[in-house]
């Protein structure tokens, strides 16, 4: 290839609710099978498998001048069906991979629950010629930077409180627990499940200056810190009112942990961790997935610093994540440009009102 050939990249999604399957199902197929009833809908799409390209980044363009371009590929199936049909939903990551590779992608990136089926990316790289990630090395470091910057506006001393990490141990999860640990936090799992692993993982960290304890109850996690990170596969997890005053959730998770409401309490704060947006060197406004311009989830950000990066290698794949991949990765997003952060709840700005009662609430608190 020349030397300013542009590399592309393949990002691989699913619809994120019955409401999103209905109108991809109607925009991309004018497909009558758009109005059925739920149930209907979702027999109707899991026998189709339906794959289509939806979005084309075209010239995204890093502060270092390195140009880059990708595809988006949705899979017109739920999380949840992607969770109870886990190895059909990966036939079909693998079936999208192709069609990105066929395309000319080298690189494919796995969003949302297309990274968590097939042994978290492991089976997709190896049906694929092209290099796979999930993207998470960067959603962990976006999340570990968002929570330490939103402390230090809210001038709060995370040391001083309990923090609760829920979607343990997941890959996310588990990241962010060592991290968060190294660095001598008291932290409060949840874990649904008693495992050989997690007692494995709790006897291995005595090297660690942090405290830990475990629980299975999301209710009662959240009502002993008022600082949570939250990565869970189920999403909807967390009602507003279960949150104790001057609470932050890092919300992690795609589809959402926090259940949306319009009304949203003032006195605690959502964040959309892992949110991040396309160097400022790329002029052109791209609107990716109803997000704010030029926001893009953190694992796109990888599979596109990796693209422009040239590096063509299973980066992030598997439970358990590489530390030292985790700041390798933010220090080359952070290199070509990635902005961090530019925090948004909901997707919209964080107002002034909603920091302000949130400070003010955490602070009466302690
Ligand atoms: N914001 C971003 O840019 C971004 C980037 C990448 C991924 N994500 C999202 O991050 C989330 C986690 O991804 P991952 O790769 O870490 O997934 P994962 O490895 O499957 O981990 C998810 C963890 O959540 C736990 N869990 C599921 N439902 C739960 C519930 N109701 N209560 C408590 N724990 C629960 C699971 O428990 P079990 O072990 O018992 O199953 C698992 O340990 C996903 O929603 C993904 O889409 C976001």
């Not at 363009?61 to 199936?77: P, R, T």
């Not at 997941?170 to 499940?193: C, E, M, P």
């Not at 060197?281 to 990066?309: Q, V």
Request: hydrophobic share 40%.
């Amino acid at each position: 290839m020349a030397a300013d050939t542009i590399h592309k990249f393949g990002f691989i999604v699913h619809c994120r609710s019955t409401k999103e399957l209905r109108l991809a199902l109607g925009f991309y197929k004018q497909n009558p099978a758009a109005l059925l009833p739920e149930k209907a809908l979702k027999q109707y799409c899991l026998n189709k498998g339906f794959i289509k390209d939806i979005f084309t980044f075209d010239k995204v363009i890093s502060d270092k001048g390195v140009v880059c371009q990708g595809k988006a590929f949705c899979i017109f199936l739920t999380p949840d069906q992607f969770l109870e049909h886990q190895t059909y939903s990966t036939e079909l990551v693998v079936k999208a991979s192709k069609m990105a590779e066929a395309w000319g992608a080298e690189m494919i990136g796995l969003g949302a629950i297309c990274a968590v089926v097939g042994a978290r990316g492991v089976e997709v790289a190896d049906n694929c010629t092209s290099a796979v990630t999930t993207g998470n090395s960067l959603t962990v470091y976006a999340s570990v930077i968002q929570f330490e910057k939103i402390m230090q506006r809210l001038a709060v001393d995370p040391l001083k409180h309990k923090i609760v990490i829920i979607g343990f141990p997941g890959s996310i999860g588990l990241a962010l627990t060592k991290i968060l640990y190294q660095k001598g936090h008291k932290l409060v799992l949840v874990s649904r499940q008693k495992t050989a692993f997690l007692k494995k993982f709790l006897e291995s960290l005595s090297a660690g200056s942090g405290e830990i304890e475990v629980t299975q109850d999301v209710e009662s996690a959240i009502q002993k810190g008022r600082i949570i990170l939250t990565a869970t596969s189920s999403g909807q997890i967390i009602d507003q009112d279960m949150l104790l005053p001057g609470s932050v959730v890092f919300d992690i998770a795609q589809p959402k942990d926090v259940i949306y409401r319009r009304d949203a309490r003032k006195d605690v704060l959502i964040v959309d961790a892992g949110l991040i947006s396309l160097p400022r060197s790329t002029k052109k406004r791209y609107r990716y997935s109803g997000l704010g311009p030029n926001d893009i989830p953190s694992c796109l950000g990888e599979t596109m610093t990796l693209t422009l990066e040239k590096r063509w290698e299973r980066f992030s794949i598997g439970r358990e994540l590489d530390l030292d991949k985790v700041q390798e990765i933010g220090r080359l997003s952070e290199g070509h440009g990635f902005v961090f952060d530019d925090f948004r709840t909901f997707q919209k700005p964080i107002s002034t009102e909603n920091f302000e009662a949130t400070k003010k609430a955490i602070h009466k608190a302690v």
